[in-house]
């Protein structure tokens, strides 16, 4: 195995802490978390994944809380560049995966702009470890051969309207993050592209952890049963018939 790398003063990696389970971190996020002076987290990443940081660690919390705002995206860049350019060893964790709706790609740009040089250390996806915790394959050559991740509200927190829905209807799977606030709105909308009313559709909210929690439903029913059962966020919607496969494959027992 290729040592893993040292972790140079003055850098930023970017972290993806994967779905919550620490066992699904990666080694290279367990060495950076070894090494790093601070750790600034967002809301998504685990108490027991944190627990992996060096002792006298900074640990800095920057995210949503309690429904408060998120801090401001250029608040939180500049934290990452003041502590980087003091010589500190800055690791910017996240939940998932950095570059799946972690707007890691806007923080990776304002390190370029501001000459800070960085590491980007991918992670397990909620959207697809979450969902093999559940027992649904994202795909399965038997059922689909695609699938869309697809993001419930944009940076307004709307439906986004940049969606092509009639292709996005078409998908195998369609896997959504940050989708029980408008998931009225987002079933109307799949179900008027054509998508069917009686779709199965499975949410897992704080999935491969120990909270975990599923509901299954049908595209039609589904904002009614999300707010009937109390799930709460953070969840993973997954549309179609690749749910079906969770009767087989359900490994957790939830
Ligand atoms: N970068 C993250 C996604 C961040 S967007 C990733 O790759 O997973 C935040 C959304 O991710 C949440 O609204 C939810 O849809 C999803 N999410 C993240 N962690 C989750 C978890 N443990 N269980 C269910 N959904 C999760």
Redesign the pocket.
């Known amino acids: 195995m290729n040592a893993l790398p040292t972790f140079p003063a003055g850098e930023v990696w970017l972290v993806?802490a994967g779905?919550?389970d620490a066992g699904l971190l990666t080694l290279h996020a367990v060495n950076a978390l070894k090494q790093a002076d601070v750790i600034v987290h967002d809301a998504?990443v685990s108490a027991e994944v944190l627990g992996f940081a060096r002792d006298g660690a900074e640990l800095v919390f920057l995210g949503k809380r309690g429904g408060q705002p998120s801090p401001k995206q250029s608040e939180i860049t500049a934290r990452l560049i003041e502590d980087a350019g003091a010589g500190k060893r800055v690791l910017r964790l996240?939940?998932?995966?950095?570059f799946?709706?972690?707007r890691?790609a806007e923080e990776a740009l304002d390190l370029v702009a501001a000459n800070i040089p960085f590491r980007i250390i991918p992670?397990i996806?909620?959207?697809i470890g979450?969902l093999a915790y559940a027992g649904v394959p994202v795909t399965s050559r038997d059922v689909n051969s695609s699938v869309i991740f697809l993001?419930?509200h944009d940076k307004r927190g709307i439906s986004p309207d940049n969606v092509d829905w009639a292709a996005t209807a078409k998908a195998g799977m369609i896997v959504?993050?940050?989708?029980?606030r408008n998931m009225g709105e987002t079933s109307a909308k799949l179900i008027a592209a054509g998508r069917p009313a009686d779709d199965p559709v499975m949410v897992?909210?704080?999935?491969?952890?120990p909270d975990?929690q599923v509901v299954e439903t049908t595209l039609e029913r589904a904002a009614d049963d999300i707010a009937a059962s109390g799930i709460g966020?953070?969840?993973?919607?997954s549309i179609g018939r690749g749910n079906l496969l969770r009767e087989q494959l359900n490994w957790h027992g939830i």
Do not use: R
Not at 233 to 237: F, L
């Open positions: 993806g779905p919550g998504l996240k939940g998932g995966d950095p799946m709706f972690g890691g992670g996806t909620a959207g979450g993001t419930g959504m993050y940050m989708a029980m897992v909210s704080n999935a491969t952890l975990m966020a953070p969840a993973i919607v």
